[in-house]
């Protein structure tokens, strides 16, 4: 093999063994073809839209109207006696009951309560009663049997056992009421014991889609003097006009 030294050659021959001999190394310096363009990212799936609870608009879009057999007994149609109404009647629930003038309107001292009545003491020593109206739409407030005897359960008999109690049903102008009675130790809802000498009477009355719970409470003496006016109260119920 014969070797040339570049000192010997021309300088136009050098630089053609030069450009020669970068072209010996293959596709090593040669330029690489443009990558070929990635496709586009498929769009993520749009997420489900987010279903909340109906707004107060829209429920009240869908309430029934006016005068529809629903709407008869909302209790929000329905008037409540005030301070400033009839004195000689009560009215609550569509219904009208007569009442003695004496039995003074306040304003309901517990929830469920949705009007309230102040009966007078019976004499000395004896104190105040309360006639309380609860009105309730449907089958609310549960079953009859079971808050007659939710009320019953209030009292305990003088040897604190179970008080003395009755209860009947009557037909008032095509309302069926329960009644009932009871009498002995009271213990009200937040009171710290019972107290006793005191009695009930109670009545649940049922009307077109709705119950009406009337109750007179207090000492003995005072609920005894009311009785004749209570059941004058509850037989001369009728619809307000």
Known sequence: MTLISTSSLPRVLLGTVVL???GCGGDAGS???PAAPKPPAAAAPAAPPIVGPPSPDAIAASAPAAGSASASTDASGWTVSTANSDPENAEVGGLVFPKPVAWAW???T???RTLQYRVPGAGEGAGPADVVFSLFRGNDGGPIDM???RWVGQFRGEDGGPPESSVSIEDVGGLTIHRMQVTGAYQAMGQPAPEPGQKQLGAIIQAPGRRVFVRLVGPIETVDQASADFDAMLRGVMPAG
């Open 147 to 149: 808050n007659i005897d």
């Open 106 to 108: 306040i304003k309901p």
């Open 110 to 112: 517990m929830r469920f």
């Open 20 to 22: 020669a001999c970068l």
């Open 31 to 33: 330029p690489k073809p």
